[in-house]
């Protein structure tokens, strides 16, 4: 028996401010919520929501109520936290990150939390889209530049390294570059410090303007996770930069640590401390 329940349940419906939503997120059915937060009234005797068709709002002593159990629940959580085994650990986790991080290197690390957690299962979204974490039921983002939504937390990542690459039937044609404001620029990220030409096929996705500078249109500036196995194949040269290249920010982005499962915030200490420089 889960006896902060009705706690946790309270305060989800308190800052969502709607109780399908709380429910969705706890994964239980509605009228469960509204069972849990009529007990708490009943037993405090006030009313800690007015609530109609259409809106839900705080009662001055709903507002009270809250920060007590905030301040309670987090004291039991850091007191908790002593006592649980990896062991118990289990669920599935939904990682979103970029198409070019799942590298060999970062696979490793997902296998190497694996080992110390066995029973919870990852399920990586690999796409450069950025995901509403909500609608797409995403648990843990790593995005690049910067972070999007201000509501969510967004811890910063070492930066990946950005490079110039062509292939080497375009460096034939078009090496030693002299006025780089003539050349076809890929730079789907927007990150280039210099000025290029429009390519006449250009993409703001990464996986594209990568195929786009394999097939020789151009020169592109892409993040080395993507772009180092076709460097390793020869099918891409590096190209020395006219001056400095930036680097991409990553960041790590979940919801407040109070509204998750504890599998979830495991795996963000996990990560922030093995991607620490």
Request: aromatic fraction near 6%.
């Amino acid at each position: 028996m889960n006896l902060l329940a009705p706690f946790n349940s309270f305060i989800l419906v308190a800052e969502c401010l709607n109780f399908s939503e709380a429910a969705r997120r706890l994964n239980v059915p509605r009228a469960t919520i509204s069972a849990r937060i009529n007990e708490l009234e009943k037993q405090l005797g006030v009313r800690l929501f007015l609530r109609n068709t259409r809106h839900v709002s705080l009662t001055p002593e709903g507002e009270q109520y809250l920060l007590a159990c905030k301040t309670a629940l987090n004291t039991l959580e850091a007191a908790g936290a002593q006592f649980t085994q990896a062991a118990t650990l289990a669920g599935a986790i939904r990682l979103s990150v970029p198409a070019s991080l799942p590298n060999a290197h970062f696979l490793s690390l997902l296998q190497s939390f694996h080992h110390k957690y066995p029973l919870i299962r990852i399920e990586l979204v690999s796409k450069d889209d950025v995901l509403d974490l909500a609608e797409h039921r995403i648990d843990i983002a790593i995005r690049g530049k910067d972070p999007v939504n201000t509501e969510l937390i967004a811890r910063p990542l070492p930066p990946a390294e950005m490079l110039l690459v062509a292939s080497p039937e375009w460096l034939e044609k078009h090496a030693p570059i002299s006025e780089w404001h003539n050349v076809e620029l890929h730079d789907p990220l927007g990150l280039s410090p210099f000025s290029g030409q429009n390519p006449a096929i250009r993409s703001s996705n990464l996986e594209q303007s990568l195929s786009l500078c394999l097939s020789g249109t151009g020169i592109a500036l892409l993040p080395l996770p993507l772009c180092q196995s076709s460097l390793q194949s020869s099918a891409l040269k590096a190209v020395p930069p006219p001056v400095p290249l930036p680097s991409l920010p990553l960041f790590l982005i979940y919801q407040q640590r109070r509204l998750l499962p504890q599998r979830v915030k495991v795996l963000i200490d996990f990560l922030l401390s093995a991607m620490r420089p």
